[in-house]
């Protein structure tokens, strides 16, 4: 059952707004909330939502969101944490609601990258997948947890321990609340 799963759950800057609902769990991402790091411009931003569970060794993590509403630069998404200035994180993000895309961002040593995949239309449900395989991660998304598309493929530079936090992330950068369901995570 999806809320037995979530017993081993915590969170790191918890939401006001969750509640839960026949379909999972409603959570609302504050506004001007973000996980980013940038030593080169000086930007920190390590208030977004992450709900998480902690994990050793190799894994399979499933995660599917449900958006309710589409907000420019909102996420809802996958997170793999080692520290503040080490993590990695996918979702579906949209600058404008014309042009959805799934953004990957890489944190190693306090500096984040970002790459793009742009999609024709913006999915309302969407599932991401993160395996590792002893020091190398791998992040995909599907549309119908069916046919998975393979991301990006990295390690994370500071990993000198084998414990890693994983689960659902959710941010919403603008001035503007964001809301969505996880309706499943799944770890094996």
Avoid at 8 to 35: C, H, K, Q
Avoid at 74 to 91: T, V
Avoid at 107 to 129: C, F, V
Avoid at 169 to 178: D, F, L, R
Wanted: with cysteine.
């Amino acid at each position: 059952m999806f809320l037995d799963s979530l017993r081993y759950f915590t969170w790191l800057n918890e939401p006001e707004n969750v509640r839960f609902s026949e379909r999972g769990m409603i959570v609302e991402a504050p506004s001007r909330t973000d996980f980013w790091q940038n030593n080169n411009h000086n930007i920190r931003k390590d208030d977004g939502c992450f709900f998480y569970s902690e994990y050793e060794g190799d894994f399979t993590l499933n995660i599917k969101w449900k958006h309710i509403e589409f907000v420019p630069y909102a996420q809802f998404g996958l997170m793999l944490r080692l520290d503040e200035m080490n993590w990695a994180k996918i979702s579906l993000m949209m600058p404008t609601l014309q042009s959805p895309q799934i953004g990957c961002v890489i944190t190693n040593n306090g500096n984040s990258d970002w790459s793009i995949t742009y999609l024709p239309k913006a999915p309302q449900e969407i599932w991401y997948r993160l395996v590792r395989h002893g020091d190398d991660f791998l992040l995909y998304f599907s549309e119908d947890d069916i046919k998975y598309h393979q991301i990006r493929l990295f390690n994370l530079n500071q990993l000198a321990m084998s414990t890693v936090k994983i689960g659902a992330y959710a941010c919403s950068p603008q001035n503007v609340p964001a809301s969505a369901v996880l309706e499943d995570v799944r770890i094996k």
